[in-house]
């Protein structure tokens, strides 16, 4: 029964107990790590952020995720085409196959890449003796961040390619584009939001990845570690503050992202 | 200017503005030469055959399934026919594919690109064809101010009216001069209103444009309205192609009389110059002409052709058929609509002669005749009121002889009203 006059308590009160939940769930750790960075000042913070360590931590996990995003975009565009143009046997095992990485422990992602790239693995064996080595280098972090986020990109750009419509395409080639202008001017376009989302969600989703990457990197500092890694070093280490400074950047990253993606969403949506 | 530099210029030259009384030549606008098709094993297309004239408009009508979209997709190249040959101006162009075609399609849902505006739109065909900015723009304004959508240029397809985005459609497909215009179900999407009013839109403007358009459609109405011609399509074949006038009151087979329009068809037998159906018997000695004594036919006629006469006296060019009784009377709008009981009874059948109108058709209500439907317009209706239950003389002014060669599977005495 709605309240017509007087004062509803229902509404408030639910309000509240929401909160209530969510207060030591989610609010409260979140807001702990500010709490803590800050406490000593904004100086120690700052200087323990700039510790070259900890920029190169972050830089590395930046560029690392850049790398892997690039990749699972362009993977998941052409993966999306193919899959939604050309019915083949075999088709669904393949859709299958991409989606599998989200259901696999990330550590056990690292721990297959380790087995098959590594020194005594499948194939790092072949390549070994020619001087290359791709565990333990940024290579084998950006391998990882491809392998734990394969799906994602794939996995908003494919339904999009599904529901456009055949005729936007057959349009654009009797009107004499070729089959590149029409992905050009046409599919593409129409691709915009669903490559964007796709995109921030694999960065976000490799940035902050550790369980794949703490096995293939070697967690070395200044040449493989990255920032979630350097928490974690950091943190066992005792130094606590230098730990905090760069969960906080890693924090606010995700904050960034997300609010493009919730904020951005009917610019993301239009077709 | 040669046949095959004019159809250079209209595949593939999109600019300037080539004066339309250089276009007439000799060959069709567009041929089909016996297309046949099939889908997996179900044929779709048999043996298709027609040309269009320059500037000519043909609607290609029939039921979903009839195989009309596959006709228009074949010819805009989206589809590959199994045998037969599309020529375009002369040109065979069965083996070029779709954008080297330079055939305007107006998809039923119009396929406007969503992330570009109007201008954008109708400029693709020549951005894609790597025009100057100052000739896109030119012709871009000459189109917008065709279509009248001056006020729209910069709205996205999202933000116009189907109407207005049928009309940046056809607009995008004229700026590279197509050949032939292809409009697939073009009003489907449209209320009834906007319908009307659209295709005599569209209709003014091909006439000023004339361009060859091929419209696809399933309404009868439709049909009559925009075509110069209309091809019946019938389960993948042509049934009949011919002008509004004569699919609509010289139909060569049933399947065109019924789906054009509502028809009353009696079974009968050639006897001497007049067809006899049942004991009824009607002269019909032009009619007729071209069969042989005792051949068994159809008389197809319209409900407006049907004439009915309380005293029996008939008007002068109305052939008498039969009395009959009048079952149901109903207003409909304009007209109305009456459905009357003819006394056919069946003759005794020589040997090896079909039994027509055999009492068994009277059913369950032990009556016997055959129903058929008769219009009247209001000022007769309000001049000679009738009742049911009215006996009344029942002659024909106009009607059809066809021939009928299913006899064995007809239902006699069928009546058919859409």
């Not at chain 1, 490559?195 to 694999?202: D, E, H, K, N, S």
């Not at chain 2, 044929?43 to 055959?49: A, G, N, S, T």
């Not at chain 2, 100052?134 to 397809?157: F, Q, S």
């Not at chain 2, 295709?199 to 049909?223: G, W």
Request: proline share 5%; hydrophobic share 45%; aromatic share 8%.
């Amino acid at each position: 029964m709605r309240h017509v006059r007087g004062f509803d308590v229902v509404r408030p009160l639910s309000i509240t107990t929401l909160i209530a939940i969510m207060l030591p769930l989610v609010l409260l750790p979140l807001a702990s790590i500010f709490i803590f960075g800050t406490s000593k000042g904004l100086g120690s913070f700052w200087a323990a952020l700039t510790a070259p360590e900890a920029l190169f931590a972050l830089q590395l996990s930046l560029v690392t995720s850049f790398w892997a995003t690039a990749f699972n975009v362009l993977f998941g565009l052409f993966a999306s085409y193919v899959l939604s143009r050309h019915n083949f046997w075999g088709r669904n095992a393949i859709i299958v196959t991409i989606s599998l990485p989200t259901a696999i422990p990330t550590a056990v992602a690292g721990f297959a890449l380790l087995l098959l790239w590594g020194p005594y693995g499948t194939l790092g064996r072949l390549i070994a003796p020619h001087g290359v080595q791709i565990m333990f280098t940024a290579w084998a972090i950006i391998l990882a961040n491809i392998f734990v986020t394969f799906p994602l990109a794939f996995g908003v750009i494919k339904p999009v390619f599904d529901t456009m419509s055949r005729s936007l395409e057959e349009a654009s080639a009797t009107i004499g584009a070729t089959r590149w202008q029409t992905f050009w001017y046409v599919t593409l376009p129409s691709l915009r939001g669903a490559i964007v989302t796709g995109a921030l969600l694999t960065f976000a989703r490799a940035v902050g990845e550790f369980g794949s990457t703490i096995l293939v990197s070697g967690n070395l500092a200044m040449r493989t570690q990255t920032a979630p890694l350097y928490i974690f070093a950091k943190f066992n280490e005792g130094q606590v503050e230098a730990a905090n400074a760069v969960a906080i950047v890693l924090a606010l990253l995700s904050f960034f992202i997300f609010s493009i993606l919730f904020f951005a969403r009917d610019w993301l949506d239009t077709d | 200017m040669r046949p095959e530099e004019i159809t250079t210029i209209f595949g593939n030259d999109a600019g300037g503005s080539a004066p339309e009384g250089e276009r007439v030549q000799a060959a069709a606008a567009a041929s089909l030469r016996s297309i046949s098709k099939k889908f997996k094993k179900a044929v779709v297309l048999e043996d298709i055959d027609f040309d269009m004239a320059e500037g000519e408009s043909l609607v290609l009508l029939g039921a979903s399934g009839s195989g009309k979209t596959t006709i228009l997709r074949i010819i805009a190249g989206l589809e590959e026919p199994d045998t037969g040959r599309v020529i375009l101006h002369g040109k065979d162009v069965t083996e070029l594919p779709a954008r080297e075609r330079g055939v305007g399609v107006i998809f039923q849902s119009y396929a406007l690109f969503p992330r570009m505006t109007v201008e954008k739109n109708i400029g693709y065909g020549l951005r894609i064809r790597g025009r100057s900015r100052k000739e896109i723009k030119k012709k871009v304004d000459e189109l917008i101010e065709l279509v009248g959508l001056e006020e729209h240029r910069r709205k996205y397809p999202s933000q116009l009216s189907g109407g207005q985005q049928q009309r940046v459609a056809i607009a995008r497909t004229l700026a590279y001069k197509p050949q032939v215009l292809l409009f697939d179900e073009p009003f489907g999407a449209l209320d009834a209103q906007t319908r009307v009013r659209l295709r005599r839109e569209i209709r003014a403007l091909l006439k000023r444009i004339n361009v060859p358009a091929l419209f696809i459609t399933h309404d009868q109405e439709e049909a009559l309205e925009l075509g110069d011609r209309i091809a019946v399509l019938n389960a993948g074949r042509l049934e009949q192609i011919g002008t509004p006038d004569e699919v609509y009151n010289r139909p060569e087979t049933e399947y065109v009389a019924t789906f054009l329009g509502a028809a009353n068809l009696l079974l009968g037998v050639v006897s001497r110059g007049d067809v006899e159906i049942g004991t009824a018997i009607i002269p019909a000695p032009v009619e007729t002409a071209r069969f042989r004594e005792g051949q068994a036919i159809k008389l197809v006629f319209r409900p407006e052709d049907v004439h009915i006469s309380k005293t029996g006296d008939l008007p002068d060019g109305c052939r008498r058929l039969t009395n009959g009784v009048i079952e149901e009377i109903r207003f409909v709008g304009a007209y109305e609509r009456l459905t009357l009981r003819l006394d056919l009874v069946a003759r005794q059948p020589s040997e090896g002669e079909p039994v027509l109108y055999n009492v068994a058709l009277a059913g369950r209500e032990k009556r016997t005749g055959v129903p058929i439907v008769a219009t009247r317009p209001k000022p007769e209706a309000n001049a000679n009121l009738l009742n049911v239950g009215d006996r009344v003389a029942v002659g024909l002014t106009a009607f059809r002889v066809l021939a009928n060669y299913t006899l064995a599977s007809e239902r006699s005495g069928r009546m058919v009203t859409r």
